[in-house]
């Protein structure tokens, strides 16, 4: 017998019985429609509340650094990406990172592609070690002491730049590709450091489940995460948006979420062409 194969088991049906339970079923489903009751339960972030709270949290606050007056940032260009690597393993790290850009732009709707040029890239995307990475923020990013912080605390660095208009124009990620295997977090940091640099940037205990909650032991994007970026690159927001003016269109990208079903689907829908299903896991 197969190992899968449930034992066998002997079913006894007492029809009379069986008939009772199916006309209880029958009252208890009119019972539910009647009422307006759902049939099915609700995750919490399939709230509308919940998203609209998650939302605010994740785009519009900014981790490492205090914003009175936040504003929404995206891009509103095509994305151009730019992959480089002095560790080894370049095929596997390249292939990991054309799946999750391919999975993002599948989400968001934006265009993103790969050039062979860093000068003018969008976003750097650099896999080094643990000792070269103050050299790589020196680099690319500036002084290492502006960001000691965030150097003593992550494993992987995101960081992006924006215009007057506070659409964001680059961004540069760097990955210590050995100390992120020794904290076992090397797709974690493919994942919700890519992420951020669309314009999700915050990370926050109150939002679950999710990548960006740094307790959560989520390593791909989840439903909630989906439903998020799905809301960022909606028609109805803009860049340099307040959490005023956010809030006030928000129930439209909600209505519109509902409408295309990604708020119901999410948890189908997060899995296509996603990480985690190329890896398998």
Known sequence: MPINSPPHRRVIQNKSFLGKTLIKNAYLSVFLTFFGLPAVAQERWQNDAYITQSFIKIALEREYKETKHPKLVRWEKPISVYFESDTGDAKLQLDLLTVQMRHLAYISGMHIYFTKQAKGAGILV?????????????????????????????????????????????????????????????????????????????????????????????????PLDYILLKALYSPHLKPGMTVKQVKAVFPSVLKDLHQSGDIQHALQRVQIHSLRRYVGD
């Open 126 to 222: 650099i896999f080094t070690r643990y000792k070269n990475i103050e050299d790589k923020v020196r680099q690319y990013i500036g002084d290492p002491d502006k960001i000691r912080k965030a150097l003593n605390e992550a494993v992987c660095l995101g960081n992006f730049r924006i215009n007057q208009r506070h659409e964001i124009t680059s961004g540069i990620i760097i990955i210590p590709v050995d100390y992120a295997r020794e904290k076992a977090r090397l797709l974690d940091c493919v994942v919700e450091e890519i992420t951020q640099l669309l314009g999700l940037p915050n990370d926050s205990d109150e939002v679950f489940p999710s990548v960006f909650n740094d307790h959560s032991i989520d390593t791909y994007l989840s």
